[in-house]
């Protein structure tokens, strides 16, 4: 796998097939990673723990990502996303594309695991909501550091101008998923990416959408602040002349950027 990008325009990059299949990999990754991850929240049996929720979440988007990586990147989470085209990384068709491949592929894991799961357990299926004290300030703040944490972290795992990392890069993402869970459960769930609150959320008829706002704005506005910061300030190839890049209009971004891009060969 070549650490070269190509770079195409939204026109190109919407006539390319490769688009397309990498579409349907960011729907089956987010499909899995709901059916799963939210299945590990369900109360069947009472077996699920705050360890074993945070695991889960946290390895399912490790072995997702590297099962998808080399077709579309391996985002599931429009956080990530929305990180990759505020710093040019991806065209502005192919975001669109993803998010909307990411929220439907959430809505169906929640749709399959509510079909698999019995009614006596199917409660609230894993949906993100605000626990009894926790104001939705509190819940934003919560929800932007702990993703604004993730998005930082896939930033400098797919930084291909570092030469100190080495390891797995989707075990590290999955880890700082693990890590954000182990704290923020117990406040918010624990979203931490759009579709996975999203879906869940059109399954379970509630009060689940009050204060639903944090789970969008706080999300998507930590994703592109950890990106941005990253990009300009801590990356390695970080200089006053990339700064001044973002500041002239350039049409042209790559066609997709792997998160396991650390471990191809430098440019």
């Not at 599931?76 to 192919?94: D, E, H, Q």
């Amino acid at each position: 796998m070549s650490g070269s990008m190509a770079t195409v325009t939204s026109a190109e990059d919407v006539r390319s097939l490769g688009l397309y299949r990498a579409m349907f990999a960011e729907f089956l990754g987010t499909l899995f990673l709901v059916l799963v991850s939210c299945g590990s929240a369900t109360n069947v049996n009472n077996m699920q723990s705050l360890a074993t929720i945070s695991l889960c979440f946290g390895f399912s988007v490790a072995t997702i990502v590297w099962a998808i990586a080399n077709v579309s990147g391996g985002h599931i989470n429009p956080a990530v996303t929305i990180g990759f085209l505020v710093t040019r990384k991806i065209t502005i068709v192919r975001g669109i594309f993803y998010f909307v491949s990411q929220m439907v592929g959430g809505i169906a894991g929640a749709a399959i695991l509510k079909g698999l799961t019995p009614t006596a357990y199917q409660a609230a299926l894993g949906t993100s909501q605000l626990a009894s004290g926790v104001t939705a300030e509190q819940g934003f703040g919560i929800e932007f550091m702990a993703t604004f944490m993730l998005v930082f972290t896939v930033f400098a795992t797919c930084d291909s101008h570092r030469k100190d990392l080495n390891g797995s890069g989707p075990l590290a993402i999955g880890l700082s998923v693990a890590m954000g869970h182990l704290w923020a459960v117990p406040y918010t769930g624990a979203g931490m990416n759009t579709a996975r609150s999203f879906g869940p959320a059109v399954l379970y008829v509630s009060t689940v959408w009050e204060n639903h706002w944090v789970y969008w704005l706080g999300q998507l506005l930590a994703g592109v602040v950890a990106a941005l910061l990253y990009d300009l300030l801590f990356a390695a190839d970080a200089s006053v002349d990339k700064l001044k890049t973002y500041k002239q209009i350039n049409c042209r971004r790559s066609s997709s950027v792997s998160v396991t891009k650390m471990q191809t060969q430098p440019e």
